[in-house]
């Protein structure tokens, strides 16, 4: 009973820090922002005024569609090639060839996310990129062209993957070595090639990681900031700085002084964001016992 109560506690001794952390810049400021939604500025309750004021916005239902569409690029991306990746490097049998890809993979995550679009400004500016060829073969002669409105998801997606997918193949890498060596054995004996091996086999097996995956790039792909903030920056005015959801959120806090109105925008965010991981995990089974 003693080592039982030991245990224990030894297990809220390891999540009181992150519990801590979780209350002091997780709850308080969600509750912080519900309070400021649903008031004015002199903190009286208006209901769902500000929802509506901000929804009647004219740059809202763009900057939706503008996150709607990089999130459906971004997350279709990285769950086919970064499954893909996983599977090709836990095929190869050489051992220093499979550590060696997965220090490349892991690399790019090492950089900031401010860093990464930074460099991949210089690598889209086709008079100085390394690969001008390829880059005005693609989107257009100039800078401009290239970081056209209607160019960015794609290069949003690239950025991300780049910046990104890298950890995510480490760790589907290491839930594939978690798959019994009996149940690979006994589909090759069935006859099962490598690529029905990987869908009949090895992708089922990797839904609650997959579902893990989606659900954490969701949460941070919702929140695009970064990356249309230096662009719009770099283009002077071509893009511009009411391209995202949370950009209108901070153009509004900062530059309009409406925060109430700020808060309504992130708590729509905040909402469809969690609508979305619900949905996956209701049917991706996450929480499922084997």
């Known amino acids: 009973m003693t080592g039982s109560r030991l245990r224990l506690s030894a297990g809220h001794v ?4 992150y519990v801590v952390l979780l209350v002091a810049f997780g709850i308080v400021p969600t509750v912080y922002a519900l309070n400021l939604a649903f008031t004015d500025a002199r903190g009286v309750f208006t209901g769902f005024d500000n929802f509506v004021r901000t929804a009647q916005d004219f740059r809202f239902l763009a900057a939706v569609e503008h996150v709607a569409t990089y999130l459906v690029l971004w997350l279709v991306t990285l769950t086919v090639l970064v499954l ?9 049998t050489a051992g220093w060839s499979r550590a060696a890809l997965r220090f490349v993979y892991y690399v790019p995550g090492a950089l900031a996310g401010a860093s990464s679009v930074l460099l991949w400004l210089f690598m889209l500016d086709p008079s100085v990129s390394p690969v001008d060829d390829l880059v005005r073969a693609l989107w257009g002669e100039t800078f ?3 970081i056209a409105p209607g160019h960015l998801p794609w290069i949003f997606t690239l950025i991300a993957f780049w ?3 890298g950890g995510w193949i480490v760790v589907m890498y290491g839930a594939l070595n978690t798959i019994p060596h009996q149940v690979m054995e006994a589909a090759r004996v069935d006859g099962a090639g490598p690529v029905k091996i990987a869908l009949r086999v090895q992708l089922p097996m990797l839904r609650k990681w997959i579902v893990y995956m989606l659900i954490l790039s969701l949460a ?3 929140q695009l900031f970064v990356e249309p903030q230096l662009v719009s920056q770099a283009s002077f005015g071509v893009v511009g700085n009411d391209y995202s959801i949370n950009q209108l959120a901070y153009l509004y806090a900062f530059n309009q002084n409406d925060f109430n109105g700020s808060a309504a925008i992130a708590v729509d ?3 469809v964001a969690l609508c979305c991981a619900g949905l996956f995990v209701a049917r991706g089974g996450l929480f499922d016992t084997d």
């Not at 893909?84 to 190869?92: D, F, I, N």
Request: no cysteine; net charge positive; hydrophobic share 65%.
């Open 163 to 165: 910046t990104g997918a």
């Open 220 to 222: 941070a792909g919702t």
């Open 84 to 92: 893909l990746l996983a599977l090709l490097v836990h095929r190869l």
């Open 269 to 271: 965010l905040l909402i």
């Open 144 to 146: 401009v062209q290239v």
């Open 14 to 17: 390891f999540v009181s820090g």
